[in-house]
């Protein structure tokens, strides 16, 4: 309803943002912020806190470094690397930020090679560590879009798509030299740049050609005698690790848009993510796309000039049972009974797989039986069939909260956000002003005599400058929620020496939620009295 409707609706589908349309109920297909939040210089900051705090649950993701102000940095720890081993000839790809598409993309084996000649103040990227050795099928280089359904920030609720594409290179895949590095069809496996290859396959069928399901990646490397169980739980792993990276900053652009206790929204998204599986099948993030494409055709040139859209079997197996799923995961009328029901819906990838037991629990003898054994909607036999009971069984896989107990230590940062919130006061901002942070500290008694009131001062000044600095957003003035984290950190370091940083950040939250639960506990006090 490009010209408004009078009567609201229960569902909204944005094109592209939260803000396509001013909106205050029902439920929306975007949550505030998202774009931003999955940015690539974004997502990389948010990965490399988590990487500071559990470097090894987080090394799913590319190192990275983030130009140009991390230029002098990368060149020097490449340098200190090299030098400690002689023999590592990494190669690296820049990515210019907020790019899609593979625009802008290109290799190098040296950090002195970086252009940075014009593009790179007005375009920042990310520079990234090259994965050299992909799991190669065909011999060509491919990556796996997986649908991930964000139902719900708080409670988070995340749900994955039991099949998703893989999309192929066009060029038999070699590793990379000084002669082959600008090969983009050897290198890059976006769809947008190998559909202009002369040998690219469009294919009816989802086990050939340059676009294929990734169950029939998966039926493939099963038949090879991998361990395709391990690689789902890896994945499920990788999926909810990410969400857990970017919940704290998606938390303050949903308080600051949708502020508690007025009318808004709830929000649900259908992010994309894209994978790329290494030789020994270990996952790695490559990037999160806030507005996955959900084309089910593609454009084919008849004559010169000529296009005609032509469907597209695979995407339309894949996509349409995400979209289709996912409106029946938030449809409001059955939403209660669903979510009793839901919580036993039997789930299988690949022709009767089972989900890894390796990282996360064996499943229950429900949850492991084929999919197409059973009905997604088990009914009461005495109740009248449900309009849904002709639907195919549901391709969305809940992952959490029902793996919520393997992955809430890593939820720290939330906490940090949380404390952060708390501070923001004036609603509708996301960033801290200088009386916000010192009421931090305050209340949370975090000043003595060898942290006073103006070194918290100092600290606020200088953490804040270094951030608004770098220029990622001007409209407002204050403390964003990164510099916080880094302060926080920094606060942390200072009063539990001698802990690893996971260790003194708790230490340091678990004190500041106790000190400000006291304190409420006073003022409820003062108040009844
Ligand atoms: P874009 O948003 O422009 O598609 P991506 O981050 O998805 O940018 O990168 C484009 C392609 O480059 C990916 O699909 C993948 O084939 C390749 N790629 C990206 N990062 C890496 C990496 N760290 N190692 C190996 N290949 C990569």
Redesign the pocket.
Known sequence: FPFGRRLPCDIYWHGVSFHDNNIFSGQVNKFPGMMETVR?ITLSRAMRTMQDLFPLEYNFY?RSWILPEELPLFMAEVRMMKDSNPSWKPTF?V??DG???????YLIKDPSDIRLTGSIQSRPAVV?????K?LLVDKM?F?IRLYVLLKSLEPLEIYIAKDGLS?F?TEPYQEPTLKNLHQVFM????Y?LNIHSGNFIHSDSANTGSKRTFSSILCRLSSRGADVKKLWSDIISLVIKTIIALTPELKVYYQSDIPAGKPGPTCFQILGF?I?LMKNLKP?L??V?ANPSMRIEHEQELSPGVFENVPSPVDEKVKVAVIRDTLRLVDPQKKKRKDTQMSTTPWCVGGGMRMSSEVLPRPTPCAILCCRCQSSEPEASAAPPSPEAALPSLCLKQVFPKYAKHFSYLRLVDRVAALFIHFLGVKGTTKLGPTGFRTFIRNCKLSNSNFSMAAVDILYIDITRRWNSMGIDHKESGMCLQAFVEAFFCLAQKKYKSLPLHEQVASLIELCECRLAALRGKRLVWGCG
């Open positions: 690539k590319p790809i990515k210019p790019g899609c598409q593979g625009d802008g993309i990234q560590e090259y994965i050299c992909p280089k990556d999309r290179c290198h890059l496996t976006n947008s894209d790329l790695v490559l990037e796309n």
